[in-house]
Structure formats: structure tokens, C-alpha cells
């Protein structure tokens, strides 16, 4: 008989890149538990040592919502063990330390502040920097095939964060509105050896990234949290998320922003 996901289980999945048995586990429908999971997956790693600097949100691009049947953001935290800052904005990757890992282009935003509302304009205030990211996101559950809460339950699938060099807000312009507008009109391509496999816009994140962390502002709110000052912030992919393997090179190409591109080499 199927058995109920636990925090355990999934953490050990996750930390060695293995996928789940779908035959002994019991599916996950229920937010609530998804949530209490994450957060006792949260106090392991915090016993262990690591520490969180912020937050991935995910699913906030609705263009891929059917394809995952997933038709809501989750979130999860982003820890200093998943943070990887890019040097000369190029790193390495082992692709054998996720399970199903895929590559996700994405606005990541640093707070100075915590947002005093939950508004994109707020959001904006609150903004500290600007970076490029390439979320690589993993499913312990085969053939990315789960439930939104388990998708939830299993670390909103993070599994590392690259981070490109920030670009002060300021430089975005004044007014707010301007600025948010510049945010929703980026364009990225993401390119696998060569060869253009995917384009998006910064407006897929739910209109913006500003906007993307003003939903996650009301929904840590309405939990009585709010988002912590100096957070890093993954605001979601402008992308679907491309199927990496080793031996591949992942680069993106940015337009509308002073942001340079990133590389990844996946051994």
C-alpha cells in the first residue's frame, strides 16, 4: 500500500539527484501539508548548517501552467549551499547531483527592505539590484510529472541558482511606472549548443518580476511573514525550462537591459 511523502523522503531524494518510486508513495493533493513538509524540510537543512538568503518563486510564467498542471505560483527558499555566483558570468555544472534537471532563465532582484505594501511600485521602492539568474530546477518525481503540491512539498524544485553581476534599480529610470515597463519588456533567448531553443519576455512572470514578488509579499502576509531585508529573490523563468544534460553548453542572450548573458557547461 502507498505510503505518505515525508520531508525525509523527499530531502534524500533531492540531496543525491534521485528520483522517487511513484508505486510506494501516496500522491500529494493537499497545500496545507505541502507547506508543513517544506517547512520541516527547511528546519533539516537549518540543522545541518545551511543558511537561507531568500526565495525562488515558481510557476509564475501561466504560458507553462498546462504543462505541468500546475496553475498557481509556490515558492520555496533559495539557500547559500544553491547560490552560485557566476564568475566572468560563466560557471560548471554537474548535471548527475539533480534528478530530471532543467534550466530556467530568469530576473532575479535583491530587497534593501521588505515591501511596506504588496504592490509592484512597492516592490520597486523596496529594490536594492537587478541580476540575471538561471534557475536549474529538478523533480524527484519521474518524468516531471506531479501535483502542485508536491511540486510544493519538494522545495518548489529548487536546485541551484546562478547569479549574474547586479545592475543597480536605479538604473532602471524614474518614474515607477517607467521603470516597471523596462522590467516587463526584457527579452532573453536561451540557447543549447548553438541553436536558439526557447524566447521570452520579462512580462511572462505574472506581468513583471516586481509584480512576481508582490504576490509573493501577499501570500507570506496573509501567513503573518514578510520577506526578509537583503533577500535574493528568483522571480520565476521567462522561459519553459529546457531538459540539461552533460556535455551540453546553456547560454542566454539579454535585450532591453543592461545584463549580460550567462553560461553554463553541464559535465
Not at 497545500?31 to 508543513?36: D, R, S, Y
Not at 509564475?60 to 496553475?71: A, D, K, Q
Not at 548527475?96 to 512597492?122: H, K, M, S, Y
Not at 519538494?154 to 536605479?170: C, F, K, N, R, T
Amino acid at each position: 500500500m502507498p505510503v505518505p511523502l515525508s520531508a525525509a523522503t523527499i530531502l534524500e531524494a533531492c540531496d543525491h539527484g534521485r528520483s522517487l518510486d511513484r508505486a510506494r508513495f501516496a500522491s500529494l493533493d493537499d497545500l496545507t501539508q505541502a507547506e508543513a513538509i517544506q517547512a520541516s524540510i527547511r528546519v533539516a537543512r537549518l540543522a545541518r548548517g545551511e543558511r537561507p538568503v531568500g526565495y525562488k518563486i515558481g510557476f509564475t510564467n501561466r504560458s507553462i501552467w498546462p504543462l505541468y498542471g500546475v496553475f498557481h505560483p509556490i515558492w520555496a527558499p533559495v539557500w547559500d549551499a544553491t547560490l552560485i555566483r557566476a564568475c566572468a558570468s560563466q560557471v560548471t555544472l554537474e548535471a548527475a547531483g539533480f534528478a530530471e534537471p532543467r534550466i530556467e532563465p530568469e530576473i532575479v532582484v535583491g530587497l534593501r527592505t521588505a515591501p511596506v505594501a504588496d504592490t509592484p511600485q512597492a516592490v520597486l521602492e523596496a529594490a536594492d539590484w537587478i541580476a540575471h539568474g538561471l534557475e536549474i530546477v529538478h523533480s524527484p518525481f519521474p518524468g516531471w510529472r506531479f501535483t502542485a503540491a508536491e511540486a510544493f512539498a519538494a522545495q518548489g524544485l529548487h536546485g541551484a541558482l546562478v547569479l549574474g553581476p547586479p545592475l543597480a534599480v536605479a538604473s532602471l529610470g524614474r518614474p515607477a511606472g517607467q521603470a516597471l515597463a523596462r522590467l516587463a519588456g526584457i527579452e532573453v533567448e536561451l540557447v543549447c549548443d548553438g541553436c536558439v531553443v526557447e524566447r521570452g519576455r520579462g512580462a511572462n512572470v505574472l506581468d513583471g518580476p516586481m509584480h512576481a514578488i508582490a504576490h509573493l509579499s501577499h501570500e507570506l502576509r496573509r501567513r503573518g511573514r514578510s520577506i526578509e531585508p537583503g533577500s535574493v529573490i528568483s522571480t520565476g523563468t521567462l522561459t519553459d525550462a529546457g531538459p540539461i544534460r552533460a556535455g551540453q553548453r546553456w547560454e542566454t542572450r539579454l535585450h532591453g537591459i543592461e545584463l549580460p548573458g550567462l553560461t553554463v557547461d553541464v559535465r
